[in-house]
């Protein structure tokens, strides 16, 4: 498993610690992107017995393994759908192709506000990867998006400017967006 792919309740074991280490083993809790000089960048936070919170860089030199989760199947589920709901997501509507090319709007709920020309540029993603798991154009599909940090150059300039990556679409929840709902009231709500 990647260190990117950490999720929610995940047992997570540190290489580096000594077994007698009390920071050898804790549970994953979410990721944190830090910006600034001190240690900019992708960071797991995992909780420890003691209670206690660690933040750990994701980078070549981090060896943080899975070794099991502290739910059942089932609570794995809940806490995956749980988290879709806190993560980086945005709901978006599948606009259509044509000449022009493919065509995306976000729609709401979502998470964070998407830039549109980041959008724009991920739309035909996007859009495959929906008709993949079987939605189609008019359909409101569950965005999950990965924050890129600015890359900076050799004196300081940004390169790159930040900006949010197409990760995949959740299906559960692409089928929650798009369900209908009836309301038919009771034959006895008169009273």
């Not at 030199?61 to 809940?78: M, N, P, Y």
């Not at 990867?129 to 004196?155: D, H, M, P, T």
């Amino acid at each position: 498993m990647n260190m990117h792919d950490f999720e929610f309740g995940d047992i997570i074991e540190n290489g580096w610690a000594s077994n007698d280490n009390p920071t050898k083993r804790g549970v994953f809790i979410r990721y944190i992107h830090r910006s600034g000089k001190l240690n900019p960048g992708k960071h797991a936070v995992i909780r420890f017995d003691s209670g206690g919170l660690g933040e750990f860089r994701i980078d070549m030199e981090a060896k943080l393994t899975k070794i099991g989760t502290v739910f059942d199947e089932r609570d794995a589920e809940i806490a995956r759908l749980k988290a879709a709901m806190f993560g980086t997501y945005a709901t978006i509507y599948l606009d259509g192709r044509n000449e022009h090319g493919s065509f995306v709007q976000a729609a709401y709920p979502r998470g964070f506000e998407p830039d549109i020309g980041d959008l724009d540029q991920q739309a035909e993603s996007i859009i495959q990867e929906a008709e993949k798991l079987g939605f189609s154009i008019g359909n409101l599909v569950w965005a999950e998006f990965a924050f890129v940090a600015a890359q900076r150059g050799e004196y300081g300039a940004v390169e790159l400017a930040e900006y949010f990556e197409f990760k995949g679409i959740n299906f559960e929840m692409s089928k929650a967006v798009n369900a209908s709902f009836s309301f038919e009231p009771a034959d006895d709500c008169s009273r």
